[in-house]
């Protein structure tokens, strides 16, 4: 079983991996087994508890196969760094004022024209289970962090 301190630098190393890179690509399940990607801006930096956050409308497709299926994947790339991360989670739908309040930052204005005030406004918890990686220091060999 990993130390905390081992469990702090791995997040810590998963921080570095994605600090630059705001869009990742968000994997969910269907009914029929089919999978279904989204772009998605992440909200917030990794916590101490290994989630990521992801604004949403809680009336979503995304959503409604997250509740049937929790299983998702959240692949993020930076090609000019030769970065290339895949993580493997569980997924929840969230609807705390307070965590939205927190995570809120303008450029989301875009997708959520009403801000905060969204009637349909909600966040997604991925719980973070494992990290594959491959970056230049590392001869493109997969990197595995496991939660």
Known sequence: MATSTDRTQEI????????NIDYGMFT???DDG???SYPMSK???INSEAT???FTYAGSHK???IEHHEQVNVSFSSPEQQRYVSISGTSQLVKDR???RELWKPELQTWFPKGLDEPDIALLKV?????????STSSFKPQTISF
């Open 12 to 19: 810590q190393k998963l921080h570095e991996l994605i600090k």
């Open 28 to 30: 969910t399940v269907d």
């Open 34 to 36: 089919s999978l279904h």
């Open 43 to 45: 909200s917030g930096d």
């Open 52 to 54: 990521l956050w992801f």
């Open 63 to 65: 959503v409604t196969e």
């Open 98 to 100: 307070n965590k939205m």
């Open 127 to 135: 719980n973070i289970n494992q990290v594959n990686y491959w970056d």
